[in-house]
């Protein structure tokens, strides 16, 4: 009797520590909290990412194999860019997910990201070396070539492939917001890049927002997505299976989960990579190798 004692208790202590374990792991004890302040008090200037609903789900991107990562609008073209690292190529799609033409990259070691920073100019990430490119593209450029572009090298907390995963980029801050995926997960503002006055020195600042990173109830970032009509930043990540809202202080506001049975999803999004948001609020997400999806408010 005693011997089944001890060994209900020591499974019990095993239970305890394997639930603390994936608590902390899957941050399921801050994503529960945060459900139960959100049901209780919804928070009343949020984008309302919960009403999202899928209008195109896990549409393939027709000539595109694998590899698709990272997700940009550009407002003026009205259309979206990826970048696969494979075979290195900027992609421009069209708003319905179709290839409108792929222009080659050299010099540019691992992209994982693209951000619109402004007509003609995008910002392109070499996960690996934590290198920031800046290019310029225009209707009839047939490749692009990291050494003509302006650089910079950042190269804090280097960890192989799980370096620079996403970009957001606030045009009335000039502020870019690069993610490192995990370990640490974390958000870095950087100001004075992309440098767009030449009569001014070029100076660029880091900032790191410790308070709003702790705040990630999520277990990586896989893109970055900023709202310039709330000034909210937008996370995606992957292996959580969430886009997540912060406010400008960097506070959890909303939540669009990407598995089965939410959002109107037929299917898990399998291994999400790229967010875009365009003027109207439609949302753009892509996925690995080659799926395309849109998200719509659904009328209130």
Partial sequence: MRLLVRLFLALAVIGLLLLGWAGQEFRLFERGWFNLKTWWQPAGQSIGLDRYRVVVEAQ??????????????????????????????????????????????????????????GPNSYVITDERQQRLIRVRLEDDTMFLDAGDAEQLSLGIGLNGNKGFEGLAYDSAGKRLFVAKERDPMLIYEVHGFPHDN?????????????????????????????????????????????????????????TLSLRKGFQGLQATVPQAEGIAMDEA??????SEPNLFYVFKQAAE
């Fill in 281 to 286: 609020g439609t949302i753009y997400l892509v």
């Fill in 198 to 254: 030449p009569e001014k020195p070029y100076a660029v600042h880091v900032v790191q927002d410790r308070k709003r990173d702790s705040r990630l109830f999520v277990r990586d970032l896989s893109s970055l997505q900023f709202d310039e009509r709330s000034g909210h930043l937008l996370a995606l990540s992957d292996e959580s299976r969430l886009v997540l809202e912060l406010d400008v202080e960097g506070r959890p506001l909303s």
């Fill in 60 to 117: 393939p991107v027709e000539g595109l194999d694998d590899d698709i990562s990272a997700l940009t609008y550009d407002p003026d073209r009205k259309t979206l860019f990826t970048v696969t690292n494979a075979r290195s190529e900027l992609i421009e799609l069209s708003l319905d997910g179709r290839i409108l033409r792929r222009i080659p990259l050299t010099g540019f070691g691992d992209p994982e990201a693209v951000e619109y920073v």
